[in-house]
């Protein structure tokens, strides 16, 4: 029942269009991966290439799961999905550290909460569109975020603890909507930040080689974000990564996974013109 769950829950994530990643697993203390030594028991990725493999791509999904069907979730976080969660740490304070922020800057809004097998939680935020890197305590004692270039281990997921990951009763995605990031969060998290910029040859780079299977999503999602926070338009963007996707990756996904992530990107980018259909 656990992993008919746990491959319902993967699929679910997916169809939301969250690019999903099959995870180690627990095993009596220690973790599927066989290092006796494992730093993060059930906690990092299966697969040869890691996060560059994550993808929505059900078919694949669904072979990663008759592989491994024990395996944890992993959502990768960031404009690909969508997302940016704040990992809330309780055994190190971070419930007070974060009542101490709502007090001075206004609550967190209503949104999906992950309840961790560690005894934490997730807050899962939608992405404002600028770039949110990964943070370990740079907003206060007990509090990390997980943002571009990152992940986290989603429910029904097991911890080394033996407790699963659950959905919060009252913050649950089958009737709470992902909430926006507040400004002050924000605001707090690119504080003393530049962007940085990707040199020239990266994004050439991008465009001769292209991507393979698991590498399309976050590849296009990339791309799509580089041409809107430069001005392009989004109708513009939207037709050139359909010509990219034809071009360049391979095999092609399907036209409707460029229309969701080029339309979601321009949404939270504030330059949406409404859905755009390829």
Known sequence: ????????????FANKGMSVIPIHTPTGGTCSCGAPSCSSPGKHPRTANGLKDATTDTAQIRAWWAKWPDANIGIVT?????IVVLDIDDRHDGDE????????NGDLPRTWRFLTGGGGQHV???????????????IGTGLDVRGDGGYIVAPPSLHVSGRRYAASVDHHPSDTPIADMPPWLIDALRADEKPKAKPATHWRGLIETGWGEGQRDSGIAEITGHLLSRGVDHAVTHKLMHMLNAQRCRPPLPVSDIDRIVNSIARRAGCWLGDLHG
């Open 97 to 104: 550290t974060l009542r101490d922020l709502e007090v001075k």
């Open 1 to 12: 029942m656990t992993r008919n769950k746990l491959l319902a829950s993967a699929l679910w």
């Open 78 to 82: 960031g404009a690909v999905s969508g």
């Open 124 to 138: 899962v935020l939608k992405h404002p569109g600028l770039e949110i890197r990964n943070h370990a305590g740079k």
